[in-house]
Structures are given as C-alpha cells and as structure tokens.
C-alpha cells in the first residue's frame, strides 16, 4: 500500500534552517510528482511547491522562492525539503504528499511534520 | 495572477442536510480543480479531481461541478462523519502554481 513517511518534529530559532524528509513507499516512487503543503496552527493550506522525482525538476511559487529547496534520493525513494531563514510565522505542520500529474489532486498524504521556530 | 475565492467560510448544517460550498476563480481555469476534506489534526484527503471526478473510494454522496470559473461541491445527505473543513485547490499554468483556496468549515448545527 502507499505510505509516505515524514521525519519527526523539528524545534529551530529564528534565521535557522530546517530539512524535512519524506520516504516513499508501495509504489513508482520517479512515477508521481511529490508536492509539500504547509498548515500553520489553525489557518489553511499552503502549497509551498513541487518536485519531479524522475529528473529533479522543481517549482516553487514566487512567495517560496529563494527560501525553499526541493530534492530527491532516488536510490532510497526520498524527497526533502529545506527551508532557510526561518521566522516565527514558518511555524507550521508540514505535509508531503504526491500526485499523478500535475492536475490531478494530490491522493496520498504524509503524516505531517512539525515545524516550530522560536527564540 | 489568477485568484480564487471559496465560500462561504463556515456552514452550520444538520445531517441529512444538502451543503454546497464554491469556488469562484478570476479568470478561466479550465477544469483543473480539485476538492479535499480535513478534520482537525489529520492530513487532507482528496476528494474530487478535474472538477467533477470523485476519487475512488470517495461516497457518492460527495460531488464537484463547474468549469472555467465558477465551481461547487455538493455533499448530498450529510453524515455525521463529514463535519470537517473542505478546501478547493486549483491549477493556473502562468507560472505553475496550485494554490488553495481559503477553506470552508461546516459544523454541526
């Protein structure tokens, strides 16, 4: 069955950097795109962007871009996400969570990680 | 770039009640919508992809209509299982970018 696991909970200060993982599993991983989705506490849902597993091909939307890192390890069936220059309102849950194509709806979701930056 | 407006942003409703929620985006997006469903604490799950395809394993009861710019969710007799917060996500190709939209709340009354 698909699975995608995050890594666990991350406490960082102000300007610092944080990277979070996602390991696939059940199926292609270079076969879905995987996009990450934030949620700071009790607000909507952020799409932060996606990444091409099958030639590490990225998008960012404007707001993200400069901040954001998006790779992959095919080898272990693993993309991450780095985010740089923390501040307080980066305090968020953060989701993997892939897709077919593009327009297709993201159908399996990781558990989510939490992000929580403070001095 | 192209914005999209879902309301309302919360609905008090009964179960066995008829909800629509929609999403109103400025200018065309074809059909590239999708819907999801999340109850506190818990990843979204999709709903309804390309506007109007439920996702399989999704009750019928869930619906999506629409096109271009306007779109709607419908839950046909609500159960109690589907008090929760709705978001529509959609897809605009200059520059590529799925935002969501700001969410709907339904409540029990």
């Known amino acids: 069955q698909v699975q995608l696991v995050q890594s666990g909970a991350e406490v960082k200060k102000p300007g610092a950097s944080v990277k979070v993982s996602c390991k696939a599993s059940g199926y292609t991983f270079t076969g879905y795109y995987m996009h990450w989705v934030r949620q700071a506490p009790g607000q909507g849902l952020e799409w932060m962007g996606w990444i091409n597993p099958k030639n590490g091909g990225t998008n960012y939307p404007q707001k993200f871009q400069g901040r954001v890192t998006m790779t992959r390890d095919t080898s272990i069936s693993t993309t991450y996400m780095e985010l740089t220059r923390l501040r307080s309102d980066d305090t968020a849950l953060y989701f993997c969570a892939r897709s077919t194509t593009i327009t297709h709806g993201l159908d399996y979701w990781g558990q989510g990680t939490l992000v929580a930056v403070s001095s | 770039a192209t914005r999209i407006t879902q309301s309302p942003s919360s609905i008090s409703a009964s179960t066995g009640d008829r909800v629509t929620i929609t999403c109103r985006a400025s200018?065309?997006?074809?059909?590239?919508l999708a819907w999801y469903q999340q109850k506190p604490g818990k990843a979204p799950k999709l709903l309804i992809y390309a506007a109007s395809t439920l996702q399989s394993g999704v009750p019928s009861r869930f619906s999506g209509s629409g096109s271009g710019t306007d779109f709607t969710l419908t839950i046909n007799y609500l159960q109690s299982e589907d008090f929760a917060t709705y978001y529509c996500?959609?897809?605009?190709?200059?520059?590529?970018?799925?935002?969501f939209g700001g969410g709907t709340k339904v409540e029990i009354k």
């Open positions: 996500q959609y897809y605009y190709s200059y520059p590529p970018s799925l935002p």
């Open positions: 200018q065309g997006i074809s059909s590239y």
